[in-house]
């Protein structure tokens, strides 16, 4: 049952009728003692909507005090804030006492469905998998470590939610990866899962990149263009460094988070959209709050999930299991003969810091195979072939004294070879190449025009 607390009567009369027709039971009360009452009578009640406001009062006090009462009396059961949009800072204050999520006047009724059944399958107690049911796809995530299990646990809980999920974590841990992985277990996997880098979208571009333009919106603009919002409608839309998002942006996208509607750059009709939102940074988010450089109401709304992705240093474990994948894996793809790693190599590679995660990781592997091609590779090999993270930077290239005299033409053919097939593999798509590859996407831009190959 879900329990609708507001003055109006004709709010609790249509809320009423759009839970009703989607098969929820509902029960509907004007005022918070009648809401008191209607918790304490009915254990059967599994989510409260409620207003922020009651009578003339507009402060919102009135709702706070409503929520606060409301959590000591059931804690375990999610609250939906109802308020207006002028009246946002109201709602992050009740995120921070607890409530579920919030909802903006006049409201979607899709959304508030979509927001009401996530609620509801969060707060429900995990069952056993049914016999059939669809194996859990971990999207090439490898490592048996304790801390990254317990993550792709609650990965598999929300992945068939809609809730929107944060994932926090170092550069190089994957983060991307674990994007894909909720993507492939939701029940959205057969749509577009559309990848955005916020960090390379400039102010002056951003709303025609996420919101696309109409012909002649600006000088330049000779044809219609989607946004990335649009493409991904029925699908997943993953916002990737979100921390490097200045403010003026995070208003605009902040509305499309809350609306899921936006309008095309020169255009006045709102077009609405059904998606999934996954954010990720490397960024201490709360930090930047507290510095007024990132937008709270934004957080609440990207972070319902928060997943934290341990650093390679913290799960050194599965570092044989990874050493062993990529060797195999950029073997396979170059058409080289996968050489014996020993035992002391394992032990090596174990014990380097690695600043730079599993990325780094992946690139010591594969520059080691490239450069050696013996049949066996010692930690001598690695250690040869490795580069201090502190100097290595994303433009620099090998030295004479990396490479062996002779080796660079016969290195260079093999290294176009390979990012040529992976583009094929992939159908040239271009963050799926420079995640295969180990690699950023700049990077691949860079090698894909000196090797003159097509995009």
Known sequence: MILIVDDDKSIRLTLGVVLKHAGYESLAVGSPDEAIDAVRSHPGIKLVILDMNFGRTTTGEEGIEMLRRLKVLRPEVPVILITAWGSIPLAVEGM??????????????????????????????????????????????????????????????????????????????????????????????????????????????????????????????????????????????????IGDLDLPCQVKLLRVLQQHSFERLGESTPRNVDIRVVAATNANLNAMVAERTFREDLLYRINLITLRLPPLRERRGDIPLLVNRFAEQFAAASRLRKPEITSDALEYLCR??????????????????????????????????????????????????????????????????????????????????????????????RKLDKYNLPR
């Open 352 to 445: 380097l810091p690695y600043p730079g995660n599993i990325r780094e990781l992946k690139n010591l592997v594969e520059r080691t195979l490239l450069i050696s091609q013996g049949p066996r590779l010692t930690a001598h090999d690695f250690d040869a072939n490795r580069t201090e993270a502190p100097a290595a930077t994303a433009t620099s290239q090998p030295t004479p004294t990396d490479i062996p005299e002779g080796a660079m033409p016969r290195l260079e053919a093999m290294e176009r070879d390979t990012i040529s097939q992976s583009m094929l593999r992939n159908k040239g798509n271009i963050s799926k190449v420079a995640a295969e590859l180990g690699i950023t996407r700049q990077t691949l831009y």
């Open 96 to 241: 921070r006492l607890g409530a579920f999520d919030f909802i903006t006047k006049p409201w979607n009724n899709r959304l508030l469905l979509q927001r009401i059944a996530t609620a509801l399958s969060l707060n429900s107690q995990p069952t056993e998998t049914a016999a059939g049911a669809t194996v859990f796809d971990r999207s090439e995530i490898i490592g048996n470590d304790p801390a990254l299990v317990a993550l792709l646990n609650t990965v598999e809980r929300v992945a068939p939610t809609d809730a929107p999920v944060l994932i926090l974590g170092e550069n190089g841990t994957g983060k991307e990866l674990v994007a894909r992985a909720i993507h492939n277990n939701s029940p959205r996997r057969n749509a577009n899962m559309v990848m955005v880098n916020l960090g390379g979208i400039s102010q002056s571009l951003f709303e025609s990149e996420m919101f696309g333009h109409v012909k002649g919106a600006y000088t330049g603009a000779g044809t219609d263009r989607k946004g990335r919002f649009e493409m991904a409608d029925k699908g997943t839309i993953f916002l990737d460094e």
